[in-house]
């Protein structure tokens, strides 16, 4: 449920998420702060912090901390991370593509997490499919009668590029084009639109907000899909 998380934290100034992590640095008694103990600790989700910052050290370098990596990186987040890399690249990433610009983990970290590189993509591969059936709600109380969440889960996301490929179904822009592509919900969720891999697309920013033109409430929460 990170997205849901990240969705109300889109506003925050700057300072305020550099404030909260240097709090946590304090309680620590520590000049650094890993991912894991942000996650912990902190007020946000460090996905909000490494999307605002660029990356985790980014932010650990703005807050004027030591620069650490996370030591106990799951391989949801290597998957996640590679997901996230992938798009900014609007290609399957090679080995040396996973710069620290792009990518919050080397590609060293993953051949020692799986073996080689090829294996870490085999792996995420795997991880993408094994989500092939949506997240049905069976007995869930609330009152809402919808079949799928709203938020798009990472390995959904990493389905729609791979269906669509990391380009605007629309216009066709790529990130090397400079743009910012976001999943989109064909019929959007509000109008009953599932959380299905059917139902979503790759929109590039431009064309996902002239489609949200027509339904601001959609709007609202597409700008949260930003892949
Ligand atoms: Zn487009």
């Known amino acids: 449920m990170r997205f849901q998380l990240e969705t109300h934290h889109r506003n925050i100034p700057d300072e305020e998420l550099i404030e909260d992590l240097l709090r946590v640095a304090k309680e620590g008694g520590k000049n650094k ?35 650490t990596r996370n030591l106990n990186i799951s391989n949801e987040e290597l998957f ?22 792009v990518s919050q983990y080397s590609s060293a970290t993953y051949e020692k997490r799986f073996g080689t590189w090829r294996k870490a993509l085999e792996a995420f591969v795997n991880w993408v499919n094994e989500g092939t059936l949506p997240e049905i709600r069976t007995n869930s109380p609330q009152k809402s009668k919808r079949a799928t969440p709203r938020n798009i889960n990472w390995r959904l996301r990493a389905m729609v590029l791979m269906k669509d490929g990391a380009k605007c179904k629309l216009c066709g822009a790529t990130p090397q084009d400079g743009a910012k592509l976001h999943v989109d919900h064909i019929i959007p969720w509000a109008r009953g639109g599932e959380t299905v891999l059917d139902n ?11 489609k949200s033109d027509i339904d601001p409430n959609d709007f609202t929460n597409k700008s949260a899909e930003r892949l």
């Open 33 to 67: 702060v890993t991912i894991d103990e942000y996650n912990e600790r902190g007020r946000f989700h460090n996905t909000t912090l490494t999307r605002r910052f660029g990356s985790w050290l980014k932010a650990l370098e703005k807050a004027g901390l030591e620069k």
């Open 200 to 210: 979503l697309q790759i929109l590039c920013e431009k064309c996902n907000i002239g």
């Open 80 to 101: 996640e991370n590679l997901v996230e890399v992938w798009t900014n690249l609007g290609k399957q990433p090679k080995y040396s593509d996973l710069t620290k610009e």
